[in-house]
């Protein structure tokens, strides 16, 4: 079956710094991978998403490329803020014909920015 | 805000007992999802509704059930409630009527905190 797996958690860095948060699937289809974020709190969010090979997903900063050759979704930002910090879950959609399919989720990631 | 409304936002109950959750989707869009948060299991996927019909099943426990109502808001009912039940539950929507390029995308409500004493 379809599955998603995210690096292991949590990812404490200092404002500004660099960020990769790994992502890679199992799917039998076709997929689209999203990114949803939740704060603290809060429900989900979809930070982007991505619906075909090589697609990139962009959003405040944060950016997914979808690469079906080594089936990943990896999410990055440049530049990192305290308001940043949230749990981020890494999904995918294995559409069927004329309706969505589940989301299968990954375990997610807790992310802490320092000042 | 995501325009999926969720009540209550808080449940706390005894063993045994039923409780019913309630979800209204997005204007307009015809399919409901509903999802567990536990600290043990994640996010995983339920049940699916679409205009009313049941479209997909998951990891839903015989003693919880769903519907859709011709208004599109859904139900999620619970029942012979025990500790581990104790989850967060969310409810997303999609499909909005006469498609569109992110009919693909689940959008998610606040969730519902049940605490099972």
């Known amino acids: 079956g379809d599955s998603v797996t995210q690096m292991e958690g949590p990812v404490t860095l200092s404002e500004e710094a660099f960020l990769t948060i790994n992502c890679t699937y199992t799917?039998?289809?076709?997929?689209?991978l999203f990114w949803y974020v939740q704060y603290p709190g809060e429900g989900l969010q979809l930070l982007l998403k991505?619906?075909?090979?090589?697609d990139k997903g962009s959003n405040k900063g944060f950016e997914a490329t979808y690469r079906k050759e080594t089936t990943s979704f990896h999410l990055e930002k440049g530049s990192v803020q305290v308001s940043d910090s949230a749990v981020y879950f890494c999904?995918?959609?294995?559409?069927?014909?004329?309706?969505?399919?589940?989301?299968?989720f990954g375990k997610g990631i807790t992310l802490s920015v320092r000042p | 805000d995501s325009g999926v409304t969720q009540t209550p936002k808080h449940l706390i109950t005894a063993t045994g007992q039923r409780v019913t959750l309630r979800c209204s989707p997005r204007?307009?869009?015809?399919?409901v999802y509903w999802y567990q948060q536990s600290l043990d299991q994640g996010l995983q996927f339920l049940i699916q509704?679409?205009?009313?019909?049941?479209?997909a099943k998951g990891n839903i426990l015989e003693r919880f059930s769903a519907q859709q109502f011709p208004d599109l808001h859904s139900e999620l009912n619970l029942s012979s409630l025990e500790l581990g039940d104790s989850a967060l539950y969310f409810c997303?929507?999609?499909?909005?009527?006469?498609?569109?390029?992110?009919?693909?995308?689940?959008?998610f409500g606040p969730g519902t905190r049940l605490t099972v004493l």
């Open positions: 997303a929507s999609s499909l909005r009527r006469g498609g569109g390029p992110s009919t693909d995308t689940q959008y």
């Open positions: 799917a039998t289809g076709y997929p689209s």
């Open positions: 991505a619906t075909k090979a090589d």
């Open positions: 999904a995918l959609s294995d559409l069927m014909t004329g309706a969505n399919s589940k989301l299968t």
């Open positions: 204007s307009g869009d015809l399919s």
């Open positions: 509704y679409y205009n009313g019909e049941e479209r």
